[in-house]
């Protein structure tokens, strides 16, 4: 395992990456992208834990525990600047209009030194799949060519499959990616309120066994 800085929040602290695997197909796995969603981090914080252990796949992945650094510290939903970060990334559909403050995109796209860090690192690495892990209602929403990797989180999880998660998201890591640079994407939404237990049993079981068939695979 080898650990580094992703980039800096937007009030300036440096959001911790750690590395896994030398060569495979590329994949990212971050957390922690709305601060108030903590059941993601739980998950995103159990796979390091099981990773730094032992990583047996022949993959190149990188772990963000926590993108929202500042969110998380105060157990809110937006940045330091009080904007949704994934409703910031630069999308073509992105629009600086939103119906609650919660969703609030940033004065422009791309405003903010996270979304940033997401969109400079997917220029400069060959991502291959992607794993955004959120809290809410129990979903797994697919954006591009992961159907194969959800259907094995589904065998554990019972969760539903859908390629939309029901209303608009303009600006969010599953178009920006997913839709608009062909890089499949999973947004991983786990029940909200699940204890520690259950997610580390579970749902850290489930992408570990979708792990293996992006591994299988060899995008």
């Excluded at 157990?75 to 630069?90: A, S």
């Excluded at 794993?131 to 797994?140: E, F, G, Q």
Aim: proline share 6%; with cysteine; net charge neutral.
């Amino acid at each position: 395992m080898k650990s580094g800085i992703f980039g800096y929040t937007a009030n300036g602290l440096p959001i911790p990456v750690y590395n896994f695997g030398s060569r495979g197909p590329g994949v990212l796995i971050v957390g922690g992208v709305h601060g108030n969603e903590p059941e993601g981090i739980a998950c995103a914080h159990g796979l390091l834990n099981l990773f730094a252990k032992s990583f047996p796949y022949v993959l190149r992945l990188d772990l963000v525990p926590i993108l929202n650094l500042d969110g998380a510290l105060k157990g809110e939903r937006r940045n330091g600047n009080g904007v949704d970060l994934n409703r910031n990334l630069p999308t073509n559909d992105w629009t600086a209009k939103f119906d609650q403050e919660k969703y609030f995109p940033g004065v422009s796209a791309n405003s903010e030194p996270e979304s940033q860090a997401v969109v400079n690192y997917l220029k400069i690495n060959k991502i291959t799949f992607i794993v955004s892990l959120h809290s809410w209602y129990p979903l797994l929403n697919i954006n591009g060519a992961c159907q194969d990797e959800a259907e094995v989180i589904k065998k554990i999880t019972h969760y539903e499959i859908k390629e939309s998660i029901g209303y608009p998201t303009p600006g969010c890591l599953g178009t920006y990616a997913g839709l608009e640079r062909d890089i499949p994407t999973l947004t991983y939404e786990i029940e909200r309120g699940l204890g520690t237990k259950e997610i580390l049993s579970t749902h850290c079981k489930a992408i570990v066994e979708s792990l293996k068939v992006c591994e299988r695979r060899g995008r």
